[in-house]
C-alpha cells in the first residue's frame, strides 16, 4: 500500500497565529515547521507500523511547512512553488492507494475554527462547490476522489476534523487542538499530539484494509463559486480562462469534471 501525506501549518498543535507563526515572515515560522515536520513523522511512522510501504509528502503550506532535514528517512517530500502542471502532478498522486491530511484547519469563516482560512487568509472570503461552503480539506478529498484515492485519516484542529467526518463518515480523526478562536486554541503538548497521531494512522490503515472507505465524489457538473474580499483579487481571477463574473467579489467556474474546477 502506498500513502499519500498532504500537510498544512495551520492545524499543527502549538500554532496559533498567521502573524507570528504561518507567514514566511513570521517570528516562529521555522519553529512551527519543525513542529510540522514532527508531527508527519508521527504519522510516517504510524503507517508503517501498519504495513504501509511507501510514503509520499506533499508540502502543502504555500511558503513551505516542511523541515527538509528533519523529514522521516522513509519519505519522499513533493514540494515547491508554482505547483507543477496538473498534467504532471495529477498522474504521480493517482499511482498512490489513499489519502491522509496532517495539520488542517477548518475553512474560512468558521469562528471557532483556529487560523480557519481557505487557500488564502488575506484574500478569499469564501469557495462554495455546487451550493455548498467548502474548505481545503473538500478541495483536496474530492481532488483525491477524482483521482481515485479515498482520505482515510485527519489530524488538525477538532474544527478542522468535525469538517472532514461530516463530509467523510467513518473517517479517522485526530484533534492535536481544540479551536477557541481565529487565533486561540488549546493545544495538546508536542509529545502527545505526536503519540495521538502515530497511533490514529496507524489505526486508519488498518481500519481502512479491513473496511476500506470510498473515494469522496460529488455528483457532477460542478460550479465552482469563490467570494474575495476585495474586488482587485476578483480582476485578477476573471483574467483566467473560463472564470466569470458574479458580482464585484464573487467569481464562477465550472466545469464537467471535479478536476476541471477544484484547484483552480
Ligand atoms: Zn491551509
Known amino acids: 500500500m502506498k500513502v499519500v501525506i498532504m500537510t498544512d501549518l495551520e492545524g499543527v498543535a502549538g500554532v496559533v497565529s498567521f502573524e507570528a507563526d504561518s507567514y514566511s515572515n513570521a517570528k516562529y515560522y521555522e519553529a ?16 508503517l507500523a501498519a504495513g504501509v510501504e511507501e510514503v ?13 532535514e528533519e523529514l522521516h528517512q522513509a519519505a519522499r517530500l513533493l514540494h515547491g512553488r508554482p505547483l507543477a502542471p496538473a498534467s ?14 496532517i495539520g488542517q484547519h477548518a475553512m474560512a469563516g468558521l469562528a ?35 483521482l481515485g484515492l479515498p482520505l482515510i485519516f485527519l ?29 486561540s486554541a488549546i493545544s495538546l503538548s508536542a509529545v502527545e499530539s505526536r503519540r495521538r497521531i502515530c497511533a490514529g494512522a496507524q489505526r486508519a490503515v488498518e481500519q481502512h484494509i479491513e473496511h476500506p472507505l470510498t473515494p469522496l465524489v460529488w455528483k ?14 476578483a480582476d485578477r481571477a476573471i483574467s483566467q480562462p473560463g472564470v466569470e463574473r458574479v ?13 476541471d474546477v477544484i484547484f483552480r
Not at 512551527?32 to 508531527?39: D, G, P, R, S, Y
Not at 489530524?155 to 487565533?183: M, Y
Not at 458580482?247 to 478536476?259: A, C, F, N, S
Request: glycine share 12%.
Open 88 to 101: 504532471v502532478r495529477d498522474p504521480i498522486i493517482a499511482g498512490y492507494d489513499a489519502a491522509m491530511m
Open 155 to 183: 489530524s488538525g484542529d477538532d474544527a478542522a476534523c468535525r469538517e472532514v467526518e461530516a463530509l467523510i463518515p467513518g473517517i479517522t480523526t485526530v484533534a492535536v487542538q481544540q479551536g477557541l478562536s481565529r487565533n
Open 56 to 68: 509520499l509528502v506533499i508540502d502543502g503550506h504555500g511558503p513551505g511547512g516542511i523541515c527538509f
Open 247 to 259: 458580482d464585484g467579489q464573487t467569481v464562477r467556474l465550472t466545469g464537467e469534471t471535479i478536476l
Open 32 to 47: 512551527a515547521k519543525k513542529l510540522l515536520t514532527a508531527e508527519v513523522n508521527a504519522a510516517v511512522n504510524g503507517v
Open 220 to 233: 457532477g457538473p460542478y460550479v465552482l463559486e469563490k467570494r474575495f474580499f476585495h474586488t482587485d483579487d
Open 112 to 146: 471557532t475554527g483556529n487560523l480557519a482560512h481557505t487557500q488564502s487568509s488575506l484574500t478569499i472570503d469564501y469557495y462554495k462547490l455546487n451550493g455548498e461552503f467548502i474548505g481545503e480539506i473538500a478541495q483536496f478529498a474530492l481532488y483525491c476522489g477524482g
